[in-house]
């Protein structure tokens, strides 16, 4: 008996056979000296929130915007950089409580699903030309931190804002390194499912805070 | 894909293929497209043997029977003149699909020589004539219903609106539904009748809403759909074809 | 399933007697036309990108069989579990096997349009599954018992007073509300809950990428990305079609499909799915599967011409742009692809015997293909399936010759004799001038024209015979 695979490649191997078009020339648009500034107009224009924070000031700043919205449980990465920079900058003083992801969902899931307020995030790179944020999820920053809580903040490095994803992918060699999830995100979760009308937060976060770090901003 | 036409000299012979409908319905247009050639100096054409493009049989899915009518109209234009159609949906059935529709005959090639011949009146008269018009009408106000195919098949978006505004007399006002189909399609409008109505009101009162008293067009189809049924819900829409349109105009009345 | 037919003129008489219906398509239809338009202000890029866009996917269905096997291999080796299904019940069987042997009780699904063609929700509800859906749109029409009537937006057909209606009616606690986000708000809400206590997660596929193994999702919600991340198993289901060469070719189709469809420079999220879980990971599905499902695909592929219709990225510019979608709504369609790339589709899925008043619902005005971000001909591909239905010259079409009637090829028998002779054309001519206006409006064809519209008026002499007259057919050479 052959397999339902087996009957449907032999259709499709016994069509005729196609010539092959090539590839005809396309270039994405590059933006030079206007990257950023193309980067954080798309976000914005997408109903996302950007800074320009430098490397040092960060977690101070952020403290600030989210002490502004009420937030008091952020979720964090303990075991990044990046995480660990924060979890110093807020150990003293009144900032928010940081909530580690260091288990497995199922430890965590009433906790991501229901408790935290905001999240903190990085992004592997940044896309000027449609504003988006290339989130690479690793072991330590896992995939649901950008996703469940109702407030996602980002860091991205200016330096790794590119022009494109086709540049993005080619000079990051993606093809050669998938990782389990990669994720573009321009802008907070929204929908325009009921007549049109755009709605944020429908069912991942309501808010983006992007902080696109500089050594010099 | 709209196919833009090369660009011949200017030739001093045209053909012209009147269409079946302008002849039997619409014959004036037809006349008016051919005195419009003539004022421009060249000698114009009409073979009596031509009949048909055969767009309503290969637009049913008889390929067959469109075949056969096409191949009287390469019979009845031999010569290598360029062939001017006062219709932009005749015109892209002729440019566009006789070349499909003869793959594999043995006509094929006189099918592809055939097709880069033709052309839609107004195309010809901007692009290859460049023609200079004097308006002798009084003020008027019109708007432009462009065929489907005309703006789709044979990419005529511009021609016909520069032509009505060489016109002094004449404003153009833009329907801002102009691009949408008027919902003739051949035997569509008895097929699918009620789909049809609906689309053609549309039209009319998009045509009303921009004040113009006149609708101009290309194309008969569209204009037997619209003034019908403007016509018939008693509407003040009133059209004509943009060949009678002009000669009219340049005439100060015909 | 009981099979289902195509009843395109009585469901239009429907939906165009129903003026809140037609507001809905038509206010919705404008703004998605405007949307797309600024998208591509640029002539040169929009042509230099699509026909990118029409190659990449050319490319692929010229390689599809070696693609799939490549695809295949790379997901197994990644990890990814694939099943093939060469039948709707095949693979409802197969995602129902999978589910079964995982325990599976609740579903929250993500939005698949090749889902809705399996009638997958009816079928795991029949063996004791709840699938919820999380789309808002799919939500809202799966409260409503309804099925999608447009294939990126699924209630385009209703307006807010009906969704705050049914909100009311449908979800507890709900009070009457037309404030768009509370609406939201409250499917938030329910919805939380159900992608909490999710034992698996079913979405589409936008692309599949042969190089990588890799299955590309784009949204905007975040219910993609949810359904594939937080349930313990994921299942993803493609028609055979999505398949692509390379990552790169990712590349210009996303920046043809947001665009295209709904306006946007991008959608909010693009997911690329490459393994399940893997060791170390703090979440994500333990358990990835890939359906297959070929329904049709592969006998449309055997036409060289028809198989263009395979190239789709499911954008629904071409809904958004008709003039006959728009004012008769994607239900009119009866299956799950509507507006013209499901008259193209439908018929070739289904059969023409079951579909075949499909491709005559069309003026063949082109719109369509005119913001086709992967260039296929469907008004070409319309007259095909026409010709098709009636004097078949392909296998690849179900249903082909269904539509032969002995009164249609008499008629179009009569019409090419006639045109194609000059003198019993001209003689007609004649004779239609003299007498044609005496034909009454209840002839067949004339009553439908006249409905609506004026008699047209025969010229007492055609153009021939003015044209003689006046000189024109002097010199013929």
């Not at chain 3, 799939?68 to 093939?84: F, P, S």
């Not at chain 3, 009906?162 to 609406?183: M, P, S």
């Not at chain 3, 993803?236 to 947001?258: F, H, M, Q, R, Y």
């Not at chain 3, 059969?351 to 469907?378: F, Y």
Request: charged share 20%.
């Amino acid at each position: 008996m052959t397999s339902a695979r087996d009957r449907i490649l032999v259709r499709l191997k016994s069509a005729p056979r196609r010539t092959m078009p090539e590839r005809p020339d396309w270039a994405a648009p590059r933006y030079g000296e206007g990257r950023v500034t193309q980067f954080r107009a798309m976000l914005e224009a997408a109903h996302a929130d950007v800074c320009e924070v430098a490397r040092a000031d960060w977690p101070e700043r952020l403290r600030v915007i989210l002490a502004n919205k009420g937030v008091s449980r952020v979720l964090f990465a303990p075991a990044t950089a990046t995480g660990r920079q924060l979890a110093e900058a807020w150990a003293a003083g009144d900032a928010p409580k940081l909530v580690p992801y260091d288990r497995s969902i199922e430890e965590m899931k009433a906790v991501l699903v229901h408790e935290v307020q905001a999240s903190v995030t990085t992004a592997r790179s940044g896309i000027a030309q449609t504003g988006s944020l290339v989130l690479w999820p690793t072991p330590d920053e896992p995939r649901l931190m950008s996703l469940l809580p109702p407030i996602h903040v980002v860091l991205v490095d200016k330096g790794n804002i590119r022009d494109s994803l086709a540049e993005t992918m080619q000079v990051e060699g993606w093809a050669g390194s998938m990782p389990t999830n990669a994720v573009l995100v321009s802008g907070p979760s929204k929908t325009a499912d009921i007549e049109q009308t755009l709605a944020y937060g429908v069912h991942g976060p309501k808010e983006l805070i992007v902080l696109v770090i500089g050594d010099d901003a | 894909m709209p196919m833009s036409a090369s660009k011949p000299g200017r030739p001093h012979t045209v053909y012209f293929f009147g269409t079946c409908l302008v002849d039997l319905f619409y014959p004036e247009a037809g006349l008016a497209g051919m005195e419009l050639l003539s004022r421009e100096g060249l000698k114009v054409v009409f073979p009596q043997k031509q009949t048909c493009c055969g767009q309503p049989a290969r637009n049913n899915g008889h390929p067959e029977e469109a075949r056969a009518v096409a191949r009287l109209q390469l019979d009845a234009f031999p010569g290598d003149w360029p062939i001017v159609v006062p219709s932009g949906s005749c015109a892209g059935m002729m440019k566009l699909h006789y070349p499909e529709l003869f793959v594999g005959d043995p006509d094929h090639a006189r099918a592809v020589a055939f097709s880069a011949r033709v052309f839609e009146l107004t195309q010809f008269l901007v692009d290859v004539l460049d023609v200079k018009l004097a308006d002798k009408g009084r003020p008027v106000t019109v708007t432009w219903h462009p065929s489907c195919h005309s703006q789709r098949e044979m990419g005529v978006l511009d021609q016909p609106k520069a032509l009505l505004r060489q016109l002094a007399n004449v404003t153009l006002v833009e329907n801002p539904r102009e691009t949408e189909c008027c919902g003739f399609g051949g035997t569509f409008s008895v097929k699918q009748p009620e789909i049809s109505a609906a689309m053609v009101a549309d039209k009319v009162a998009s045509i009303e809403q921009t004040g113009a008293a006149q609708v101009v067009s290309g194309d008969c189809g569209c204009l037997m759909n619209i003034t019908g049924a403007a016509g018939k819900s008693r509407k003040a829409v009133t059209g004509r074809h943009i060949a009678e349109f002009l000669l009219e105009r340049c005439h100060g009345g015909s | 399933m009981e099979a289902l037919k195509s009843d395109f003129g009585g469901k239009a008489h429907v939906a165009l007697n129903d003026p809140k219906l037609r507001a809905n398509f038509r206010r919705a239809m404008d703004g998605l036309m405007a949307k797309r338009a600024a998208q591509f202000p640029d002539a040169e890029e929009w042509k230099t990108l699509r026909a990118r866009g029409a190659a990449v996917r050319a490319r692929a269905l010229a390689r599809l069989p070696e693609l799939l096997e490549q695809l295949e291999a790379k997901l197994t080796a990644n990890g990814v579990i694939v099943h093939w299904a060469e039948t709707t019940a095949e693979a409802n069987a197969v995602v129902l096997d999978i589910l079964k042997a995982a325990g599976v009780k609740r579903v929250i699904k993500g939005k698949s349009m090749v889902t809705e063609e399996m009638h997958l929700n009816a079928h795991l509800e029949a063996n004791g599954i709840r699938a919820v859906e999380s789309d808002l749109g799919e939500y809202i029409i799966q409260l409503a018992g309804q099925a999608p009537s447009h294939i990126v937006m699924p209630c385009i057909h209703m307006n807010k007073a009906e969704i705050a209606e049914l909100f009311a009616d449908k979800i507890e606690g709900q009070t009457y509300t037309e404030n768009v986000d509370e609406l939201t708000a409250a499917a938030r809400r329910v919805l939380r809950d159900r992608f909490a206590d999710a034992d698996a997660g079913i979405s589409g596929v936008n692309f599949a990428v042969a190089e990588t193994g890799t299955l590309v999702l784009i949204e905007n919600e975040g219910n993609g990305r949810l359904s594939t991340t937080l349930p313990p198993l994921h299942i993803a289901v493609t028609g055979i079609e999505k398949v692509l060469e390379k990552l790169e070719d990712v590349a210009p189709l996303l920046s043809l499909l947001p665009r295209s469809a709904t306006g946007q420079v991008v959608t909010t999220y693009v997911n690329m799915i490459s393994h399940p879980r893997q060791p170390g990971e703090k979440d994500g599905p333990k358990a990835v599967h890939l359906v297959l499902l070929d329904n049709g695909r592969s006998k449309v592929y055997g036409d060289v011409e028809l198989a263009d219709t395979l190239r789709c990225i499911r954008c629904a510019a071409c809904m958004n742009h008709c003039p006959v979608y728009t004012r008769v709504g994607g239900h009119t369609y009866t299956f799950t692809y509507p507006g013209p790339i499901g008259k193209i589709l439908t018929p070739q899925l289904e059969g023409l015997d079951c579909a075949g008043d499909q491709p005559h619902a069309s003026t063949l005005c082109g719109a369509c293909a005119e913001v086709c971000p992967v260039q296929i001909p469907i008004p070409d591909l319309l007259a095909r399936l026409r010709t098709e239905a009636v004097s078949p010259t392909s296998l690849a079409v179900k249903g082909g010759g269904s539509g032969r009637s002995l009164s249609e090829s008499l008629g179009w028998g009569g019409w090419a004799a006639l045109y194609s002779s000059p003198r019993v054309y001209r003689l007609s001519a004649r004779l239609l001038g003299l007498f044609g206006n005496w034909m009454p409006a209840w002839l067949p064809m004339l009553r439908q024209w006249t409905s609506v519209r004026t008699k047209p008026k025969f010229a007492a002499k055609s153009l021939h015979q003015l044209a003689r007259e006046r000189g024109y057919s002097h010199d013929e050479r």
